[in-house]
């Protein structure tokens, strides 16, 4: 027998968006007055660290374990470390995010409920009510947040995936320099291939170094080890350290025509409302603001409008088709990239803040002859 209820608002999976959701929706005074309920079909949340970039301080302050002023770019043959001001670069530890969501946030707010269940599916009933139909409930509500991917965004025509695998290793030496990241390490690159060395250095002697590529399949396990092994005899010297901590994922990277809104009215949040950027895989920074804009649409009454920013979208596209067809290409372009722009505007540009000019001086400094020919076909 389903158990039938009614909520103010329903938000359908518990993850980073949702959280973040009521994060921003709870700064409004007439909060505590609405029933919201969050349904999360898992019990275990995986593994993650977000990292992002961000100007002054951050309304997720209190989480952030690590930050940095600075980030270095390596490929063959050149190598740039840059002061990143007006942002910084952080990081929050999954464990701490969700300890903090789920031990502190959420039992402060009786109005709040987080049900372990399986939405199946959303309809519309009427025009201002819908209905969440999960496996043990029913839920009648008029406002419904939806963080659950739809099945076609697989399906994109161009997809692929950023997939990585990383260790937090404790070395016996000092090897590292904690005030610098590494955002792209092409240096160990494999052939025809699009894959790098993400490095953060927590201390002198702890970091997380990660292998990463973009590409339409997962690799083997045994290639991962492989090239984090190469990185740790080369670049560290071979010095002498312990894996502490093993970290792997997916993130999908596709050019999808993303709506603000389901098939059944429910508002997208999260990946499932394109909120990962499809060249470069964070989305953590963007599902923030899109929050925050979210909340402030609930209690203004507005409908959500959502910034039209196609020419993004068409930047992502051709890149993502380069990457897919000539990953070395790429390679070249964001040795280009990073030797001709200052990383604090590529930081601007990755988020869609640039205006048409400082991409038109973006785009003067890398090869035309790969992007016209992906305009074309
Ligand atoms: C390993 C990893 C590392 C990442 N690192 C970064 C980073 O450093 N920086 C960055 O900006 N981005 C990063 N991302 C990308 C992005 O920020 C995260 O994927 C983020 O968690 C996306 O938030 P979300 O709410 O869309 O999805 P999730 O956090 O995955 O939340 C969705 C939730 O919905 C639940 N769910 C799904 N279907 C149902 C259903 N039918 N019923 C009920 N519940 C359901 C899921 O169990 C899940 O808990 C990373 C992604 C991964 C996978």
């Not at 190598?79 to 995010?97: L, V």
């Not at 809104?261 to 599902?287: C, D, H, N, V």
Request: with cysteine; charged share 20%.
């Amino acid at each position: 027998m389903l158990e039938k209820e009614n909520a103010d608002i329903v938000i359908c999976g518990g993850g980073c968006s949702s959280m973040l959701l009521l994060f921003n929706l709870q700064q409004y005074p007439t909060f505590k007055s609405l029933k919201i309920v969050v349904i999360e079909k898992e019990v275990q949340h995986q593994q993650k660290t977000w990292c992002f970039w961000h100007k002054g301080n951050h309304p997720l302050q209190h989480l952030i374990t690590n930050s940095w002023q600075s980030i270095r770019f390596e490929a063959s043959h050149f190598t740039t470390t840059q002061e990143i001001h007006p942002y910084t670069y952080s990081s929050i530890k999954g464990e701490d995010f969700y300890n903090y969501f789920l031990h502190q946030f959420i039992p402060q707010f009786s109005n709040i409920t987080l049900i372990r269940d399986e939405v199946l599916n959303i309809e519309k009933t009427s025009s201002r009510l819908s209905k969440v139909i999960c496996k043990n409930h029913v839920y009648t509500t008029r406002t419904v947040y939806s963080s659950i991917i739809n099945k076609e965004f697989h399906e994109a025509p161009i997809f692929l995936w950023q997939h990585f695998k990383g260790w937090h290793i404790k070395t016996e030496e000092k090897v590292f320099d904690k005030n610098v990241m590494t955002i792209m390490d092409f240096s160990n690159c494999l052939p025809n291939s699009f894959d790098f060395v993400y490095i953060l250095p927590y201390s002198s002697n702890e970091a997380l170094i990660e292998v990463t590529a973009f590409s339409s399949e997962i690799w083997d396990e045994r290639v991962y080890l492989k090239q984090l092994n190469k990185h740790i005899s080369n670049k560290l010297n071979g010095a002498k350290y312990e894996i502490e901590l093993m970290e792997k994922g997916q993130i999908p990277m596709a050019c999808y025509n993303h709506t603000d809104l389901g098939k059944a009215g429910e508002i997208l949040i999260g990946t499932a409302a394109g909120k990962i950027k499809a060249s470069s895989g964070y989305g953590f920074e963007k599902m923030q603001i899109d929050a925050a804009r979210l909340a402030s649409n609930y209690f203004m009454n507005k409908l959500p409008n959502k910034p039209g920013q196609k020419r993004f979208t068409f930047y992502d596209k051709l890149l993502l088709k380069i990457i897919l067809e000539k990953p070395e290409e790429a390679v070249t372009i964001f040795g280009m990239l990073f030797k001709k722009i200052p990383i604090p505007m590529i930081l601007k540009f990755l988020y869609e803040e640039t205006n048409l000019y400082e991409e038109t001086l973006i785009f003067k400094n890398l090869p035309a002859i790969p992007f016209i020919k992906r305009i074309f076909n």
